[in-house]
């Protein structure tokens, strides 16, 4: 396993790791693995602060005095470019254990258990699949009288298909607490739970998180053996709806980031969300992502527009106008494959493309690479749900609202209910 590759590397610099430490005065280099076979013992000596290991590229932490040592012992390094300023690398750096607030596969787990215990009458923590490395992939399902299938209209929020993208996994989370946590003292959080089947999956890629949070922060893919000595399928790249399209929306190449893999839903955790598909009739979906700060829409794999453009557009708007009106930040709502990039084989290509459901994709911030690219403050993690919260909320009105009887439907509501569900493939 790659793991391997790693270990090595990291008990090579582990006493240079135990000390790690966010200064101002540090940089991000990088060296040549190679050196490491070159100049091993000199490196050693370094007691150089290993940050990690991808594509050949040894990544450190280093210190002036590091550089000096490097440039005495001939040491080629290099100022890795996407380095964050020393004091933003402070300002990002994670206060508390590796991952800080952010959740780990144990600790999402744990906490999805805790809250189903806490609160038995609304919601149950179900077991979806296993991821490759035999994870289990978890469901948070949420209703009034959640034991009883009482065929209520229903809505899928799905987190961190990306690795790295942790942030993508606190939103859904945090969206579960809070319906929970709020249905006996708010109405409307009431009305919306009675009246809906909600299922939350924060973890769609629970091996290749765990992978960015112990090995290789930048990690993407899952964790797929490719056996040619890459490692990896996107599993934003992997569902069935015109997967393979082109090969500028994905890629055949192994060790591309965009790899879809050697066939349409060949990835256990991409099965897991089929298999959920196949058993519960969803109404809407929404997939975290980051970072970018936008609300995208079908088609991911064209420019083209879909025959829902409308409805797409005036949903997603909705849902931009209602986070701007918390933060201040606004969230662009765009087509995707022609606001963003192309993509194929992607979620919502596919929940929109089968089910002709709503789909969306909502890109959580930083809104830039300069803004902190994958990266969130932990104290950025509450106030990025509160401003996506009244959207979750919007959605799920909007599913009961377009799923119940007219009578129930609001004239205040600006929308068309949605037509009966669409084959548009
Ligand atoms: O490329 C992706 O899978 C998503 N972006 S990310 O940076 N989180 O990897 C975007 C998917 C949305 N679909 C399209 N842009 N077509
Ligand atoms: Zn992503």
């Not at 890795?80 to 607030?101: K, T, W």
């Not at 961190?160 to 319906?179: D, F, M, N, Q, T």
């Not at 946590?181 to 919306?192: A, F, G, Q």
């Not at 201040?328 to 963003?340: D, L, S, V």
């Amino acid at each position: 396993m790659k793991k391997i590759l790693t270990i090595s590397i990291l008990a090579f610099f582990i006493l240079g790791h135990v000390h790690a430490q966010y200064r101002a005065d540090r940089k991000i280099i990088r060296i040549d693995k190679h050196q490491e076979i070159k100049k091993g013992k000199e490196l050693q000596a370094l007691n150089l602060d290993l940050l990690m290991e991808k594509d050949g590229k040894i990544y450190i932490v280093a210190s002036p005095q590091d550089l000096a040592s490097l440039e005495a012992k001939n040491i080629p390094y290099h100022i890795e470019h996407r380095a964050l300023y020393p004091e933003e690398q402070r300002r990002y750096s994670i206060q508390s254990g590796v991952n800080g607030a952010f959740h780990s596969y144990p600790e999402l787990e744990r906490d999805l258990m805790a809250l189903a215990d806490s609160y038995p009458e609304l919601a149950q923590v179900m077991d979806i699949g296993d991821s490759l490395e035999k994870r289990n992939i978890y469901a948070l399902r949420i209703s009034g009288n959640v034991g009883l299938q009482e065929n209520e209209p229903s809505v899928i929020f799905l987190g961190c298909h990306h690795a790295r993208e942790w942030i993508s996994v606190e939103v859904p989370y945090l969206l579960g607490k809070y319906l929970v946590e709020n249905y006996s003292s708010d109405p409307e959080v009431k009305r919306l739970v009675d009246n809906s089947d909600i299922w939350i999956v924060p973890l769609v890629n629970p091996d290749g998180l765990e992978y960015s949070i112990h090995f290789y922060r930048y990690w993407r893919k899952n964790m797929r053996n490719n056996g040619d000595g890459t490692y990896g399928v996107d599993l934003n790249r992997n569902y069935g709806y015109r997967w393979g399209w082109d090969n500028e929306g994905s890629s055949p190449n192994t060790a591309s980031e965009v790899y879809r893999g050697t066939g349409p839903f060949t990835e256990p955790e991409i099965q897991a969300v089929r298999s959920l598909f196949e058993q519960q009739d969803f109404q809407a979906l929404v997939t975290y992502h980051n970072y970018s700060q936008v609300i995208l829409y079908p088609w991911g794999y064209t420019e083209e527009a879909s025959d829902q453009e409308g409805l797409l557009s005036a949903l997603g708007n909705e849902m931009s106008r209602l986070m701007e009106q918390v933060s201040g930040r606004y969230y662009a709502a765009e087509r995707a494959g022609a606001g963003f990039y192309l993509t194929n084989g992607d979620t919502t290509d596919w929940s929109f493309g089968v089910y002709g459901i709503p789909s969306f994709t909502i890109e959580l911030p930083p809104d830039s690479s300069i803004t902190g690219e994958f990266f969130n403050a932990e104290s950025d993690i509450q106030p990025i749900f509160d401003e996506n919260l009244p959207a979750a909320l919007y959605l799920i009105d909007w599913c009961i609202q377009t799923h119940s009887s007219p009578s129930r439907f609001s004239s205040s509501q600006a929308l068309q209910p949605k037509q009966k569900r669409l084959l548009l493939k």
